[in-house]
């Protein structure tokens, strides 16, 4: 199975980031073997993180997001970078 990219977004319950950020401190990123952080980005307000991850096997996005559920609320999105989108449509120009 080919590695995804996956666009992560981490809404922080009740707009804290502390409690994220404690735990972050604390434990560190808690991600299964398997699943490889790239990057991440969070909003001016500290209310919400973009995280890019990638993996082989999509369930490990389950495992990692169990271990923040009750501080975060997810959106999870497969994603392209933008090489790989332009050569996926070049076809079709």
Request: hydrophobic letters at 40%; a negative charge.
């Amino acid at each position: 199975m080919a590695k995804t990219l996956y666009m992560v977004v981490e809404h922080f319950k009740n707009k804290d980031a502390v409690p994220v950020y404690r735990r972050f401190r604390e434990r560190g990123r808690m991600a299964p073997p398997g699943l490889v952080y790239v990057s991440s980005w969070v909003d001016q307000r500290l209310e919400r993180c973009y995280q890019l991850m990638e993996t082989e096997q999509p369930t490990l996005l389950d495992q990692w997001m169990a271990n923040w559920s009750d501080i975060t609320d997810f959106e999870v999105y497969p994603v392209l970078t933008s090489k790989e989108a332009a050569e996926k449509i070049a076809p079709l120009l």
